[in-house]
């Protein structure tokens, strides 16, 4: 089949990587795609990033299949667009969309489907924040309503941080109009964990559990960005807690939209708190992780191109996929500033290095010119690398991080570290 990836960062190329050598694949587009995303799959400009243009562009090259890497084309509709067009694309529907696009219906849908997440209030004004805050103590989290890029939640500490946050939030001034509205939720501890499936609808392919590390600085200091590194590993999770996500979150999630008549297909990632009470629901995301798709596409194994399509058509076959068992660990490469503005347009040297050692080295924000590769964004490159055992991909990992350089580079030094004491 001719297969189509919608996105630009080290998700899609991890996505196409793993799509590129898929037996039932023919030819693999990406619109806008990167340099890396280059070396498997022919990219094709992006325009406008309507719902109608990812249209004209599946339609451009004739794809049978579309996978969405970003949450945006979802929550503005662009599956419902590809459905009313008779094109095949994998992802949810604008409504069923919502469990990202709006934290509000999320945490209202998780009530009524009874699943596991922190208690909750909403507020439209400072008033009415006010009002909410009274029944939390401290800290307690302030959410932004509308997609944020990763900038809408604030965990306020003390009594005066909250109200503070709650007049940034409501005010547009820390996210715009994404924060009209709030969600005000108790404070949850715990280890988080991501935890990914693909549905059709009903049935669901577990990915492997994974971790990612927001923060830019070594053991989680300094400010969040969109994410510095990620790794799965099947110690992340017991058996048990596996089943417990599975049984009163996937499942419970999966069939209240379908019962609501919102039936949910696509990648369905549950942002997850293991607390003493066990695993409750931070967010939900409505596609792959970026960077978990990392290492999730690197250790996959079986046709993901047939199980996407198949899912897309409501019937899964959950033994077309399966883990190979590894750990995996993705460094992510930033440039000078980042999470800040980034310094851009400086010289890349020691990928193919860095690949003969055994890791794969995806792109999120670089540029192809006459004098070679070159930065062209906060989050450069994504260097993956799997073995066995956790302490082995993470050696790998670093070994190959070291033969990558450019000006001003930095990265953590402690990806997956929090995974070793269950080695
Ligand atoms: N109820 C909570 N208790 C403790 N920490 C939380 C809570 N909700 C969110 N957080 C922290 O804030 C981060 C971002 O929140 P999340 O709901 O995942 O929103 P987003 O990814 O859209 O920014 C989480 O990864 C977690 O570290
Ligand atoms: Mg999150």
Same mark, same amino acid.
């Given at each position: 089949?001719?297969?189509?990836?919608?996105?630009?960062?080290?998700?899609?190329?991890?996505?196409?990587?793993?799509?590129?050598?898929?037996?039932?694949?023919?030819?693999?587009?990406?619109?806008?795609?990167?340099?890396? @995303?280059?070396?498997?799959?022919?990219?094709?400009?992006?325009? $406008?990033?309507?719902?109608?243009?990812? *249209?004209?562009?599946?339609?451009?090259?004739?794809?049978? &299949?579309?996978?969405?890497?970003?949450?945006?084309?979802?929550?503005?509709?662009?599956?419902?667009?590809?459905?009313?067009?008779?094109?095949?694309?994998?992802?949810?529907?604008?409504?069923?969309?919502?469990?990202?696009?709006?934290?509000?219906?999320?945490?209202?849908?998780?009530? #009524?489907?009874?699943?596991?997440?922190?208690?909750?209030?909403?507020?439209?004004?400072?008033?009415?924040? #006010?009002?909410?805050?009274?029944?939390?103590?401290?800290?307690?989290?302030?959410?932004?309503?509308?997609?944020?890029?990763?900038?809408?939640?604030?965990?306020?500490? =003390?009594?005066?941080?909250?109200?503070?946050?709650?007049?940034?939030?409501?005010?547009?001034?820390?996210?715009?109009?994404?924060?009209?509205?709030?969600?005000?939720?108790?404070?949850?501890?715990?280890?988080?964990?991501?935890?990914?499936?693909? =549905? $059709?609808?009903?049935?669901?392919?577990?990915?492997?559990?994974?971790?990612?590390?927001?923060?830019?600085?070594?053991? $989680?200091?300094?400010?969040?960005?969109?994410?510095?590194?990620?790794?799965?590993?099947?110690?992340? &999770?017991?058996?048990?807690?596996?089943?417990?996500?599975?049984?009163?979150? @996937?499942?419970?999630? @999966?069939?209240?939209?379908?019962?609501?008549? =919102?039936?949910?297909?696509?990648?369905?990632?549950?942002?997850?708190?293991?607390?003493?009470?066990? %695993?409750?629901?931070?967010?939900?995301?409505?596609?792959?992780?970026?960077?978990?798709?990392?290492?999730?596409?690197?250790? *996959?194994?079986?046709?993901?191109?047939?199980?996407? !399509?198949?899912?897309? #058509?409501?019937?899964?076959?959950?033994?077309?996929?399966?883990?190979?068992?590894?750990?995996?660990?993705?460094?992510?490469?930033?440039?000078?500033?980042? %999470?800040?503005? %980034?310094?851009?347009?400086?010289?890349?040297?020691? @990928?193919?290095?860095?690949?003969?050692?055994?890791?794969?080295?995806?792109?999120?924000?670089?540029?192809?010119?006459?004098?070679?590769?070159?930065?062209?964004?906060?989050?450069?490159?994504?260097? =993956?690398?799997?073995?066995?055992?956790?302490?082995? !991909?993470?050696?790998?990992?670093?070994?190959?991080?070291?033969?990558?350089?450019?000006?001003?580079?930095?990265?953590?030094?402690?990806?997956?570290?929090?995974?070793?004491?269950?080695?």
């Amino acid at each position: 089949m001719r297969v189509l990836v919608i996105g630009s960062g080290g998700r899609e190329h991890a996505l196409c990587w793993r799509l590129a050598r898929c037996p039932s694949v023919k030819a693999l587009f990406a619109s806008p795609g990167n340099p890396g @995303i280059a070396s498997v799959a022919t990219c094709v400009p992006a325009g $406008d990033g309507t719902p109608e243009d990812w *249209l004209r562009v599946a339609e451009s090259v004739d794809a049978d &299949l579309t996978v969405v890497g970003p949450e945006a084309p979802l929550v503005a509709g662009v599956a419902d667009c590809f459905r009313a067009a008779g094109r095949v694309l994998i992802g949810p529907s604008r409504q069923a969309a919502q469990l990202e696009g709006s934290k509000i219906f999320a945490k209202q849908f998780m009530k #009524r489907a009874g699943i596991p997440t922190a208690e909750f209030r909403v507020a439209a004004s400072e008033a009415e924040a #006010r009002e909410a805050l009274k029944h939390f103590g401290v800290p307690v989290v302030l959410k932004a309503d509308g997609l944020a890029a990763g900038k809408g939640v604030v965990v306020a500490r =003390t009594a005066e941080q909250a109200e503070e946050a709650a007049t940034a939030l409501l005010s547009g001034r820390l996210v715009g109009p994404a924060g009209s509205r709030l969600v005000i939720e108790e404070y949850l501890q715990g280890e988080e964990a991501s935890f990914i499936v693909l =549905t $059709d609808g009903r049935r669901v392919f577990s990915f492997e559990c994974t971790q990612d590390h927001k923060p830019v600085g070594d053991g $989680d200091t300094g400010p969040n960005t969109g994410g510095m590194g990620a790794y799965c590993d099947g110690r992340i &999770l017991s058996p048990e807690q596996r089943r417990q996500v599975l049984e009163r979150i @996937i499942l419970p999630a @999966i069939e209240g939209m379908a019962a609501e008549g =919102t039936p949910f297909t696509g990648f369905l990632y549950a942002g997850l708190m293991m607390t003493a009470d066990g %695993p409750k629901v931070l967010e939900f995301n409505v596609r792959m992780g970026d960077p978990e798709a990392q290492p999730l596409m690197h250790t *996959l194994e079986g046709d993901l191109a047939e199980a996407l !399509a198949a899912s897309a #058509r409501g019937s899964l076959d959950e033994s077309l996929l399966r883990w190979n068992g590894q750990c995996s660990v993705c460094v992510v490469l930033a440039s000078e500033g980042y %999470p800040g503005p %980034p310094r851009t347009g400086l010289p890349i040297t020691g @990928i193919e290095e860095a690949e003969a050692m055994g890791a794969v080295v995806f792109h999120a924000g670089t540029r192809r010119t006459d004098q070679g590769l070159v930065t062209a964004g906060g989050r450069v490159l994504g260097v =993956t690398a799997s073995a066995p055992d956790l302490p082995g !991909a993470i050696e790998r990992a670093y070994a190959a991080v070291r033969a990558i350089h450019f000006e001003g580079m930095h990265y953590r030094r402690d990806i997956a570290h929090k995974g070793l004491k269950r080695w």
